[in-house]
């Protein structure tokens, strides 16, 4: 029998291929080269065989012109193929940053007829739903309505827990913390906070790291308050 499967492993690489016994150590390495992506000159390769009773083997340049069959190469044995080059000549598989991506425009995205955005025009899906608009609408005029009620207003001073100072920077929904609850962004005159006005990774205000804060109407009282001096008790 001359032609028999191995399992050949390289870095990130398994792969089952089918190998002729009458194949050089030379011939295999020339096979190997699409597989594996390293070059002959710089394959190092140890065979494992599938049995206990046999010996591992690396091969070594002088086997170059070996025939396989002289090594009694065993069927579903192993070959571990390392890549001797230095790690600044080895081309980087997992490194994707370099890779040229397609990119497809907005506008040529929004002229294609085979696209989710296509199908979802012609079912009347989303916010091509003519119901979509009106609810979109009068959750506008609901936050509206509550916003008023609470009788704060943008860039108001404020005080939290009665005893940090700054000026309200946001009012509205925040659905990273609740979905259907108002709250209130705070710029703190001092590091008393938790963010710096975003949250989760989205913004909603801009201000230094542990100046910022999203907190409840209740937490919150609007007033004449001056600006704290840091400065003040030195």
């Given at each position: ?16 291929r089918k ?214 008790d030195l």
């Amino acid at each position: 029998m001359n032609d028999i499967y191995v399992n050949v492993r390289s870095s990130g690489i398994r792969s089952d291929r089918k190998i002729n016994l009458h194949w050089t150590l030379s011939q295999l390495k020339t096979k190997l080269v699409p597989i594996i992506g390293i070059p002959e000159i710089y394959q190092k390769i140890k065979y494992e065989p599938a049995s206990s009773t046999s010996q591992s083997h690396t091969f070594t340049s002088e086997e170059e012109n070996d025939i396989l069959s002289h090594h009694d190469i065993e069927e579903l044995s192993t070959f571990i193929i390392e890549d001797t080059r230095p790690p600044h000549l080895r081309p980087n598989y997992e490194d994707l940053s370099e890779v040229e991506k397609y990119e497809m425009s907005q506008e040529e995205y929004e002229r294609r007829d085979d696209s989710v955005l296509a199908w979802k025009k012609r079912n009347h899906l989303g916010r091509f739903n003519p119901a979509y608009a009106e609810s979109v609408s009068s959750k506008q005029e609901s936050l509206e309505r509550e916003i008023k009620d609470l009788q704060v207003n943008m860039n108001s001073r404020c005080c939290a827990s009665g005893e940090r100072y700054g000026t309200i920077r946001y009012i509205g929904y925040v659905p990273e913390i609740s979905k259907n609850s108002l709250w209130i962004g705070v710029e703190f005159d001092e590091p008393v906070g938790k963010n710096d006005g975003s949250i989760q990774g989205k913004r909603y205000f801009t201000t230094r790291n542990k100046h910022g804060s999203f907190l409840k109407p209740t937490d919150v009282e609007v007033g004449d308050f001056p600006e704290e001096d840091i400065l003040a008790d030195l």
